[in-house]
């Protein structure tokens, strides 16, 4: 299905890896031209070059670390003409309150939390100016299913989310489109960071991380490509008259409720 987003220009954060490597993969098919962004130059500079060889995608590679404040502005300053932005960067640490670092749950907050909002505000009056845009903001299910072994991760994704509808409850009226996408456990390197945080916080054994699988529903998580899959859609005209909600990809965990509180280990 061709979703018209033909010479689009897309700017994803978080691009080296997981569901932002996924993503440019995808906007790449559909024959956008990309920004690229993340800490590892290596893997950007891999990721363009894979982009070019088998899609003809035009790559630019932007090797930024998102915790760093003038990022931002070098950012909007390279990439100020994109029609499309995907906010995808952003660690923030597992595990309940007791066991937060500080200096950690300050970056993954500077990142993700500050990364997102800073850069909409950045890339948005620009759009409104231009009267066309869409801004996705990548942010996670606990935003809306609460998790006490993953609290800081909850209270920052509630707040993104909230964020998201504020700004895309108005944006439509200026052209410009702002949704989020709440996905629950990924098939990512990060995913297993987490499970085996939370395996050590309910077995006191991170090594039985995998045991979790087997609570998701279909007995997997999610795919990196089915969420690219999803923004693809969302930043395309036929999600036109989508603007300031939340789309959840998780099969179905936050309508049931958390999967470790719902079913027996």
Known sequence: MDMGLRGKSVLITGASQGIG????????KEGCSLHLTARSSEKL?????????????????HPFDMSQRET??????????????INNAGEIPSGPLESLDEDKLRTGYEVKLFGYILLSKAFYPVMKKRGYGVIIN???????????????????????????KALGGVSL???????????GPVETERMVKINKRR???????????????QMYPAGRP?????????????????????SGTIVTIDGGIAARGSIIKSRSI
Not at 21 to 28: K, L, N, S, V
Not at 149 to 162: K, P, Q
Not at 174 to 180: A, H, K, L, M
């Open 21 to 28: 490597r996924a993503a440019a993969i995808a906007f790449a």
């Open 45 to 61: 500079e891999s990721l363009a070059t894979e982009l070019k060889r088998d899609y003809g995608a035009l790559a630019s590679c």
């Open 72 to 85: 931002v502005g070098a950012l909007a300053e390279r990439c100020k003409d994109i029609d499309i932005l």
């Open 138 to 164: 990548d942010i996670g299910n606990s935003g809306e299913n609460w998790d006490a072994n993953y609290i800081a991760g909850s209270t920052a994704n509630a707040a993104l989310m909230a964020f998201t």
């Open 173 to 183: 009226d200026f052209g410009v489109r702002v949704v989020g996408i709440n996905p």
């Open 199 to 213: 395996a050590l916080d309910l077995y006191q054994d991170e090594s039985r991380w995998e045991s979790l699988r």
């Open 222 to 242: 999610a795919l990196p490509e089915e969420v690219a899959d999803l923004m693809v859609f969302l930043a395309s005209s036929r999600a036109a008259y989508i």
